[in-house]
Structure formats: C-alpha cells, structure tokens
C-alpha cells in the first residue's frame, strides 16, 4: 500500500483508546484541513485486480471491516447495497438496524461515494462524504483514492482526528489485505 503521511493536525479523541488506535495499524491517512471546519483523510491503495473487481471487494465490506468497530460486534452483520439510494447498514439484535452511510454514486470500477457519518461522529451536526475512486493502472492491477472528507460543527475534543485516523488506517488496512489476495 502506498501511503504518505503528512498530518497537520494530529491528536486523540476522547472515548477511544491510544492502545487499540496503534494497534495492528498497517497504513496511516494523509489528514488535510484545507478550510476551518473541513477535515480531509486520503489513502492511497493499490489492488492486483482490475478496478471493477476491486470495485466488487469494497461493496462487501462484511468482508473487510472490523467487527469490532460495530455496533453489534459483528461485520457480518453488515451490507451495503451499491446502488444510488442504498444503505451500507448493519443489522442488530431484536430487529433493530444502524444506517453507517447512504450511497450517493455508484458507478462500478469507476466511483463509490457515499455520505453519512461512521461511529460517534453520526451523532455529529457534520456532514461526511467517502469516495472510493477506482483505476485500472496500465502496469497491472488497480488504484484506489480513497477520501473521507468531514465538514461542519462538531462539539467532540478538538483532537478527534487522530482517532477517526486510527479507525479508518484499521480498515483500510484490512481492505488491502483482501484486494493483495485478489488475482488480476
């Protein structure tokens, strides 16, 4: 995975441990504010597949995501339905249900984006749209632009960027483990 780290703005998010941020983190966000109030995390991925099957993995992310950054402790209890309109959901015990994200473009091997806010931040008055932008790379294989881009109020710490860096360098870390095993 190729990942470049430049951080200009660093820090820890109350309800989060340091210990399970650092931990088993493969890759690490670029993280920009470009304006007061915009957050920016950007991950560079590299698949061996083309870009319609790397497509293909990140619509399942059952298969990626760390159950542990669930709500019922379980990915397999999530999907998400690649269509505009669709819901990446997870079901819960009793009938109950989380929306994660709504999919705004669904353009297979070409754009996933999606809106919505991920944890404690959908609690947030901030607006998150995640964009997954594939390409199939002449040399072989694909790449991924993958961007979170978080924007408006919030009233968490003043440093809850570096933990949403340490959930989502988690998952995306996962996610290159499952597109290193596909085969082009």
């Given at each position: ?31 920009a ?43 397999s209890?999530?999907?998400l ?51 997954f ?5 002449p ?14 109020p ?22 290159q ?8």
């Open positions: 995975m190729r990942c470049e780290i430049r951080f200009l703005r660093y820090s820890a998010f109350a309800g989060f441990s340091l210990a399970l941020m650092l931990s088993a983190v493969s890759a690490r966000a670029e993280i504010q470009p304006s007061p109030g915009l957050t920016v995390f950007s991950f560079q991925l590299h698949a061996r597949g083309n870009a319609a099957s790397a497509y293909a993995a990140v619509t399942h992310p059952e298969t990626w995501w760390n159950g542990e950054h669930s709500y019922s402790g379980s990915a209890n999530m999907s339905d690649a269509v505009a309109g669709g819901c990446w959901c997870e079901k819960l015990p009793a009938g109950g249900s989380i929306e994660h994200m709504r999919v705004l473009a669904a353009i297979p091997g070409k754009v996933l984006r999606l809106i919505g806010g991920l944890g404690p931040l959908q609690a947030q008055p901030m607006t998150g749209v995640m964009t932008a594939f390409k199939d790379d040399a072989g294989g694909s790449s991924i632009d993958f961007k979170y881009r978080l924007a408006g919030t009233d968490l710490p003043p440093d809850w960027q570096q933990a949403v860096n340490g959930m989502l360098s988690e998952q995306i870390g996962r996610l483990k499952l597109l290193d095993q596909d085969t082009p």
